[in-house]
Structure formats: structure tokens, C-alpha cells
């Protein structure tokens, strides 16, 4: 999935522990070949090229993650949205080569095909259309949370009653350490990303950061975060990072871009709305939102 995954048991003895971490690449394995863009055969691919075309036949698992993700792109408004596949790499490519940002009229031209509405489902025959020619769905939003959280069930399924799966900070931490303590896990300083600001103490619970220190250009000594607001194609501003934290990894990771993307006041506004559900904003000048309930160290 182009992210290292950091797979944590607490088990009897290191053979019953190494056995468990095989079964958790397994299925990671199993997740990124069904989700892929970088395998031609894969599902995501095969609806990707019939855009506009027919509907693609695809695994039950495939069509209820689609359907689940049009759901947060309604309950977000379109700031989460599998179709921003469409977004072309010339426009962004966020690598060494990016001197100069697209105009905003060239990426208003791009984005006109991302819109969820336009993925059409159909429950019965399990098939997914992309109702437009050259409209692309990726899973780059929610794929590592999605494959976190199916890594952790495998575990439970096979008796592991405690662990971390870390997928490059998307995390699902459950049950206890060996010596009963919770979990610590550290809230990374979006400037000093190896750092920690803050820790919390967690079981049973997902944590999911999106910030702009993993992915981002830097353009006449500005930094250009590579999360991309949906609705014009350039880069959101004003916010360093967004750390949710739910029980779901799928639900923590996919809701962590669209909170950037929605801006601090609305997205606190959401995530207060949903239970269950809290958030940490850092801003570009390092100020601290929290959502209700959040006592940080």
C-alpha cells in the first residue's frame, strides 16, 4: 500500500506471536491486491477503465466499502470522495519535479469529474458504474484504516486478545499490554513529525492522523499540504494536522482529510455530532482545537 505497517501482539511466546503477525500481513496482502490502482486485474482498476461504459461485477467486501464511503461523503458533504481518482498526476504529483502550482482555473477543469453521485451501485447484481467516461475511484482516503481495522479482526478471530496494528500512523490499538496498562500512543508534532506533542492512553479504540508533513511540495518556501479540497483541486491551507480518534480504523482514517478539507470550525461542528467520534487540529501557527470530551497530556 506504499505505507510500512507495524503489526504489535502480546502473545504466549515469540513463535505463537510471529504465527499471528503472518496472519495480519496475510490479510493486508489479501486487501491491497482487491484495492489497488498499480495492478491492472485489480477490481478498482477494472472499474476504473469500464468509466462510462458498463457496470463492473465486484466482491460483496468491495461494494459495501464503496457504499460505506458514499457515506461519509454525504455526512461530509463531498470533502471525502473516493472519485478524486480523476484528479490527473500532471496537475499534482507532489514530488521533487513540482516547481510551480497549477492555476486555479486548470484545477477547477480537473475536478469536475469527482463527485460520489456519480458512482452508481447496484446492491442486487453487486455492480459499481462510474456514470462518467475518465471518472477514477482510489482508495487512498480509507484503504490503510480499512485494512487495519480487517487485520485486527483476523486477530481476534485466531484468540489475540491484544495488539496494535499501525499502518504509517493510522492505528487500531486493542486490549491491554502484558503489564495491564492501556496503550500509549504519541500524537505526532506536525513539525518535528518523529516527536510527539501529546500522548494518550487507549484500548480498544482507532487513531488516525492526516497532516501535512507525509506528503507536500514546497513552492517559493511555502509548504503545499497533499490533501486536495474536492471542490477546486488545490491544496488545503490554515491547518498542520487533523488526529481522529474512533473505534473503527476505517471510520478514523477516512474521516481525518475531510476535517482538513471542511476547515476547523465545521469540522469540529461534525465530529461533535457523531458519537463516539473525537478530533485534535493543529493550525499553521501551532495553536491546539479539540473537539468535546478530550483531555490531552
Request: glycine share 8%; proline share 3%; net charge negative.
Amino acid at each position: 500500500m506504499g505505507n510500512n505497517f507495524t503489526i504489535t501482539v502480546v502473545a504466549e511466546n515469540e513463535h505463537i506471536g510471529n504465527k499471528s503477525i503472518n496472519l495480519a500481513i496475510e490479510e493486508i496482502r489479501r486487501i491491497e491486491k482487491l484495492l489497488t490502482t498499480y495492478k491492472n486485474d485489480s477490481q478498482t482498476n477494472l472499474i476504473n477503465e469500464n468509466a462510462g461504459t458498463r457496470p463492473v461485477k465486484v466482491d460483496l467486501e468491495v461494494f459495501n466499502l464503496i457504499e460505506r464511503c458514499i457515506g461519509i461523503s454525504k455526512i461530509t458533504q463531498g470533502a471525502f470522495d473516493i472519485s478524486y481518482g480523476s484528479i490527473d498526476k500532471s496537475l499534482w504529483n507532489f514530488d521533487k519535479t513540482m516547481t510551480q502550482l497549477p492555476d486555479a482555473e486548470t484545477a477547477l477543469k480537473m475536478v469536475h469529474l469527482i463527485d460520489y453521485r456519480n458512482i452508481i451501485l447496484d446492491k442486487e447484481n453487486s455492480t459499481v458504474l462510474l456514470r462518467e467516461k475518465g471518472m477514477r475511484i482510489g482508495f487512498g482516503g480509507i484503504g490503510k484504516g480499512y485494512a487495519a481495522e480487517m487485520a485486527k479482526q483476523v486477530l481476534l478471530n485466531h484468540y489475540v486478545e491484544s495488539g496494535i496494528i499501525n499502518a504509517s500512523g493510522d492505528l487500531s490499538a486493542w486490549g491491554l499490554q502484558p503489564d495491564g496498562r492501556k496503550w500509549t500512543i504519541g500524537v505526532a508534532d506536525p513539525d518535528a513529525p518523529n516527536a510527539a506533542f501529546s500522548y494518550m492512553e487507549i484500548s480498544n479504540k482507532a487513531v488516525a492522523t492526516s497532516g501535512n508533513y507525509e506528503k507536500f511540495v514546497t513552492i517559493n518556501g511555502k509548504k503545499y499540504s497533499h490533501t486536495i479540497d474536492p471542490k477546486t483541486g488545490l491544496p488545503i491551507t490554515g491547518i498542520k494536522s487533523v488526529t481522529i480518534i474512533s473505534s473503527n480504523a476505517e471510520f478514523a482514517d477516512a474521516m481525518a482529510t475531510p476535517i482538513a478539507v471542511m476547515g476547523i470550525k465545521a469540522g469540529l461542528f461534525l465530529i461533535d455530532q457523531i458519537a463516539d467520534l473525537y478530533c485534535i487540529i493543529i493550525d499553521d501557527n501551532n495553536k491546539i482545537y479539540t473537539s468535546k470530551n478530550i483531555n490531552l497530556k
